[in-house]
């Protein structure tokens, strides 16, 4: 499953799989629409694309291949920003999507006063000449952990923040940032 959740820099779906993969773009998936998408003009490309994989695949691989498509897919990359306490990124294709605790939301929009939704079909099956997706990784774990510590020092750098090199451990599947420095809590959620 690719989750895409940013500013749209493509018009369509399709536009979106090709700049990722140019093969994703030959393989039969299914589209979900999410919720919000269609309300928000920049954003209307907010979706979950699904694949069938040619075989199994770890959730940890797939979570690698799509961490380093956000860092090589110039347009994806461009996205990248830092979390609000300045040490960890947020990225436009989630690399959490494919864990096997992550839940994943399908119902549509619930609109109020009678307004109509801006996606007639959020749920698309999209058959195309593969049945099936076969993935290679060529990076290892190291070099894109490298390359997200590139990215969170240039992005620091651009907002004056000193060099810092976070530290993470895994918590429950979770990605958590040891050394987050001072941050604010601005809200709270439920």
């Known amino acids: 499953c690719l989750d895409y959740d940013a500013d ?4 369509s779906v399709d536009e979106l799989l090709y700049a990722i993969h140019p093969a994703l773009t030959e393989c039969s998936h299914i589209i979900q629409y999410s ?3 269609g309300f928000d003009k920049k954003t209307a490309l907010r979706c979950h694309v699904f694949f069938w994989l040619d075989k199994p695949v770890s959730p940890e691989l797939l979570k690698q291949w799509v961490l380093d498509k956000n860092f090589r897919v110039p347009e994806l990359r461009g996205q990248l ?4 306490n300045s040490m960890a990124l947020s990225y436009p294709l989630d690399q959490t999507v494919n864990q ?9 929009p619930i609109i109020e006063n009678g307004g109509a939704d ?19 990784y060529p990076q290892t774990p190291e070099i894109v952990n490298e390359e997200k510590n590139k990215v969170i020092t ?13 530290t993470t451990k895994i918590i429950s599947g979770e990605e958590i940032c040891t050394n987050p420095g ?9």
């Open 154 to 166: 240039e992005l620091r750098g651009v907002m004056g923040l000193p060099k810092r090199k976070p």
């Open 8 to 11: 749209a820099f493509v018009n």
């Open 100 to 108: 096997n605790d992550k839940l994943i939301f399908i119902s549509p």
């Open 35 to 37: 919720a919000r998408a």
């Open 182 to 190: 001072q941050v604010m809590v601005t809200g709270q959620k439920k």
């Open 81 to 84: 920003k830092l979390t609000a």
């Open 118 to 136: 801006p996606i007639k079909n959020r749920i698309t099956y999209i058959p195309r000449k593969n049945k099936s997706l076969s993935l290679t």
